[in-house]
């Protein structure tokens, strides 16, 4: 590391707990989420003087998860790095799938661990665990600290490496005596710390864009592929200025949900796995694949060698370990999605380049025929809803709200049939965490109080972290839960129905189901509503919006309802299940 000059006059014989909390709330730290412990006790005992201040909020968990799980959504909707504390040993292991989850979608979080006195370590004292052992694969960088003097360092580049590049989450470990430890504190502030060898890139190569500039001007089927690192990013400005200026369709994958205004003309919605059945033929069709900020994982292009087999590939993403990983691209370009679009549309404008709406027209037309002729459908049973009606109802009386999901078909409906903006989607994509959407919505209600905040679950997924009901209570904090209630693990029902000769094993969840809105209403300040008629709906969806604090609305769908169209893995993305074309031919 460089040497750091100093960024306040020292502060003679502070703790290590204070120079911790002091170090977070210099870097812009509001809430924390956690779970106290005897480890972190001396961290939490100077929180409780901070908080008396009212220099930030600790917001207590019912489970180390949702605390991982509520600084990722906060992380997620606002573009700041969440933050989250545990004690040691079951504490530390109870963040690990919250740290995978970040760790795989690239969500910016620092995870603070309390850890045994310095003195015990290694000889398997009392929830003593090698949390930085344990974690290695699964967050971009671990530290553990050994001297209460290198905590403002230490969190500085937490911050810094959490947030720059492709972002991720970072550990720190902290061992109780350093936070009982005196020493001379020097601050230091954001954007102050530098780290030798660490450099990412964020501008691309100038002759890079130049010929993926070249390769869009020459294409006549060109289609932008756009992930979650253009969110990341923020650069949907950029994106729909380039898919205007070129007249270029958009698709994206389930992290990249939120890039465009999915009713924009040039919008295909979500490819892959459960995307369109447009966009998923506009792939197979293309001349030029323009991937921003995604990574061509299997859920997306199963079967690797036919994904857009005939078209040229530009690249671009922050992390050069992506470049050629799972398709070699034509022009691979390293750098920061906004920033390699600003220089891209640069060189638009300094070389005056206008196309001719006739070269992508014909590519637009069969784009039109394909949405004409596959479009998404809602269905409509008899006697009872679908799953479909019940998220159409949400996005049209609430289009604003920042949404999460838990994982399974509800997700993949929402992915569908939901229009959001920037940041105002957050799912598990990477690892698919049941028990994310609930703690999730916690974090981006706790960044913004006053907007409206929606999780829409299954049955089975929300059980899995449901406990955070009583989190909720404690702090009313305002989420609406919308549970897609069909009495089974959806998803592997489905995969069980298709795949594996409909023997139903361990997927029934109809014995004992609680009843969810009475559950709700064991909580104080809770409000608990259930769904199972189609004329219930929107009456229940407007009650619910207008309630002032947490609600659980139980919808009652239908518990056949599979979740079409399906690229099934290996597949090729053009070979669908369960397309209905409206000439009436149903392919399979």
């Known amino acids: 590391m460089l040497p750091q000059p100093p960024t306040e006059k020292i502060m003679k014989r502070v703790t290590g707990a204070f120079a911790l909390i002091d170090s977070l709330k210099r870097h812009g730290v509001k809430h924390i989420f956690g779970y106290p412990g005897g480890a972190i006790l001396p961290v939490y005992d100077e929180m409780y003087r901070v908080e008396a201040e009212g220099g930030l909020q600790h917001i207590l968990v019912r489970h180390e998860q949702g605390a991982a799980h509520a600084a990722d959504g906060y992380a997620r909707a606002t573009g700041q790095v969440g933050v989250c504390f545990a004690t040691s040993g079951p504490g530390a292991t109870n963040l690990v799938t919250g740290l995978a989850t970040a760790m795989m979608d690239s969500v910016p979080m620092v995870a603070v661990t309390g850890q045994v006195p310095r003195a015990l370590l290694g000889t398997d004292g009392f929830q003593e665990i ?177 994904f857009a087999r005939d078209a040229q590939v530009i690249h671009v993403d922050i992390d050069p370990a992506e470049m050629g990983k799972n398709r070699t691209p034509d022009v691979p370009i390293v750098g920061d999605v906004r920033e390699v679009l600003v220089q891209l549309l640069d060189e638009v404008a300094k070389q005056q380049i206008e196309l001719e709406d006739s070269q992508t027209q014909a590519w637009l037309g069969r784009i039109a025929e394909l949405e004409a002729e596959y479009p998404l459908e809602v269905p409509h049973p008899t006697g009872i809803l679908s799953p479909q009606e019940v998220i159409v109802a949400l996005t049209r009386q609430c289009p604003d709200a920042y949404y999460t999901t838990d994982v399974g078909q509800h997700q993949m409906w929402s992915a569908q049939f939901l229009n959001t903006k920037p940041r105002h989607w957050m799912s598990s994509g990477g690892l698919g965490t049941m028990g994310y959407g609930l703690p999730a919505a916690m974090g981006v209600k706790m960044a913004f109080p006053n907007d409206p905040v929606i999780c829409i679950s299954g049955d089975g997924s929300f059980q899995m972290n449901m406990q955070e009901v009583g989190t909720l209570s404690q702090y009313n904090i305002g989420v609406k839960v919308v549970i897609l209630n069909n009495g089974w693990l959806g998803m592997v029902r489905q995969w069980q129905h298709m795949f594996y000769g409909d023997r139903y094993e361990a997927t029934n969840l109809e014995m004992g189901m609680p009843q969810f809105a009475k559950l709700a209403e064991v909580y104080q300040g809770i409000k608990g509503i259930t769904v199972t008629e189609r004329e219930e709906l929107n009456g229940a969806i407007a009650e619910m919006l207008a309630h002032d604090g947490p609600v659980i609305l139980d919808v009652r769908v239908n518990r056949t309802e599979d979740c079409y169209p399906m690229v099934a893995p290996g597949h090729s993305n053009s070979d669908m299940i369960g397309l209905h074309p409206r000439s009436g031919q149903v392919q399979s």
């Open 130 to 306: 090698d949390i930085f052992g344990i974690t290695i694969p699964i967050v971009k960088h671990s530290y553990m600290v050994q001297h209460a003097a290198e905590i403002p360092r230490i969190v500085a580049e937490a911050f810094h490496i959490a947030s720059s590049g492709r972002p991720g989450p970072v550990l720190i470990d902290f061992p109780k005596d350093v936070g009982t430890e005196e020493f001379d504190y020097t601050p230091i502030d954001p954007g102050v710390v530098q780290l030798t060898g660490y450099r990412p890139t964020v501008r691309g190569n100038v002759r890079q864009v130049r010929r993926a500039l070249e390769l869009i001007c020459a294409s006549k089927r060109p289609l932008l592929y756009v992930g979650g690192g253009a969110i990341a990013a923020e650069a949907h400005a950029q994106v729909k200025q380039l898919a205007e200026h070129f007249h270029i369709p958009v698709t994206t994958t389930l992290m990249g949900k939120g890039i465009m205004d999915e009713s924009h003309p040039l919008a295909l919605g979500m490819l892959g796995m459960h995307g369109t059945a447009y966009a998923n033929f506009a792939v197979g069709e293309c001349d030029l694949l323009i991937a921003l900020g995604s990574r061509f994982d299997d859920r997306v292009a199963s079967q690797q060698e036919n």
